[in-house]
């Protein structure tokens, strides 16, 4: 416990009692004037619960109306009155912890599979970016942690520290999953196996000096759902050490037992700097029906089952939204033949020059009907517009900032939407 929540502990044989003290919040302590007793409550019958003598240090817990709430050197808390203390002084000062990003968080997923290399973005920059996620890390189908980075992804390092990025690398349990849910399940549940990733994940952030991580696990067991608030609760504090942030992507609150029932977000909201919410494939690649990818009614109800339902701090949430749309083909039963996911940059080469665009107010985007032989082709088009719709709930939540899943999926004028509407 020592080590993963960065706490004091001492066992008094004595009495009894064991001490836990948090090293990063404020401590006093004080020197007692005379002989007297501790008092369970500030009550004049009150049990005593402890004696003590003229000198003896104790600590000081709180003070209110004239008496001091102390633990003595026995560990047993209680009261006496404040006069009876002098030479009060501060053992330690509370730990404020100081933010990487100041302002909005505006981070882009930079994806390459496992088998790819990172791009080369030498000569570029992403206006009004501040935050880099690579996809660096991932976890095999034997449950270890493996790099993808070798000379190019450390030249991408190098190119978002010259630009002023923070780099928070993704690491991906997808190769785990796909083999297995019984991979990452194991790990979840065993505390060995946690911390043996915890260190791996430590070792490369130290290695390639990284500036935080952004944790991507998916498709994981409902029944998992507190190992893997576990798994976070024990990572957090060990990156918070080295003064890296620690960024945890979830899906919305309504789903499947594998995709959404397996996330604690109350948890994962209270314990990382971050919660990102991946506002997306509302109706996605396993869909049995077509629709939108990211309607803004459905974005803005998940929300607010964020902040009410789940109470996460508004300022801890990053809303992540699609660069990227879906091409859905149905034959003429009206079954579904076909869905492809789409960057935005080529909507307008796919979509017929002579089919009229319909704007959904409730969605709050552009919708397109079309046929194609015996096919119909549905498109809920995510473009500047509906981009700019989903993103004022940043502004009108307060919350911590936007993400975009890709990079090189946008058109030109997406990053300079972000930048204006992040900074308004």
């Known amino acids: 416990m020592a080590d993963v929540y960065d706490v004091d502990i001492a066992n008094i044989e004595e009495t009894k009692v064991v001490t836990m003290d948090s090293l990063d919040r404020e401590q006093k302590r004080a020197i007692v004037t005379s002989n007297i007793s501790v008092k369970s409550s500030t009550n004049f ?247 939108t990818t990211a309607g803004y009614n459905w974005v803005e109800l998940s929300l607010n089952k964020f902040l009410q339902t789940e109470e996460i701090e508004s300022e801890k949430i990053i809303l992540a939204v699609p660069l990227y749309t879906r091409v859905w083909v149905t034959n003429s039963a009206g079954e579904l033949v076909s869905n492809n996911a789409v960057p935005m940059k080529n909507l307008d080469s796919i979509i017929p020059d002579n089919v009229e665009k319909k704007w959904d107010d409730e969605l709050k985007q552009n919708y397109v009907e079309y046929t194609e032989g015996d096919n119909t082709r549905q498109i809920w088009i995510e473009d500047i517009d509906s981009l700019k719709a989903k993103v004022s709930l940043i502004k009108e939540h307060n919350l911590a900032g936007v993400a975009s899943w890709e990079k090189d999926m946008e058109t030109e004028e997406v990053w300079q939407m972000l930048k204006t509407e992040l900074s308004e």
């Open 45 to 291: 019958i009150a049990k005593t619960v402890d004696r003590i003598k003229k000198g003896d240090c104790v600590i000081v817990v709180s003070t209110d109306d004239g008496y001091a709430r102390i633990r003595t050197a026995n560990g047993k808390l209680g009261y006496i009155k404040s006069n009876k203390l002098e030479n009060e002084f501060t053992v330690r000062e509370n730990m404020d912890e100081e933010k990487q990003i100041e302002g909005k968080v505006n981070l882009t997923w930079d994806y390459f599979s496992e088998y790819g290399s990172a791009p080369d973005r030498s000569g570029t920059t992403i206006d009004g970016v501040n935050v880099v996620s690579p996809s660096f890390f991932y976890l095999d189908k034997n449950g270890n942690l493996r790099e993808n980075i070798g000379s190019s992804g450390q030249a991408y390092i190098e190119w978002a520290h010259n630009n002023g990025y923070k780099v928070w690398p993704m690491i991906s349990n997808a190769e785990a999953a796909t083999e297995s849910l019984e991979i990452t399940s194991e790990i979840m549940n065993s505390y060995s196996a946690r911390q043996r990733l915890i260190e791996s994940i430590v070792d490369k952030c130290v290695k390639y000096k990284l500036d935080g991580i952004n944790v991507d696990f998916e498709n994981m067991k409902q029944e998992d759902k507190d190992m893997y608030s576990r798994f976070i609760i024990e990572l957090t504090p060990r990156l918070k050490e080295i003064g890296l942030v620690t960024s945890v992507d979830v899906t919305a609150p309504d789903g499947g037992e594998t995709w959404s029932l397996c996330f604690d977000r109350h948890v994962i909201g209270d314990v990382a700097d971050y919660i990102v919410f991946m506002a997306y494939d509302q109706y996605g690649v396993s869909s049995t029906k077509p629709g």
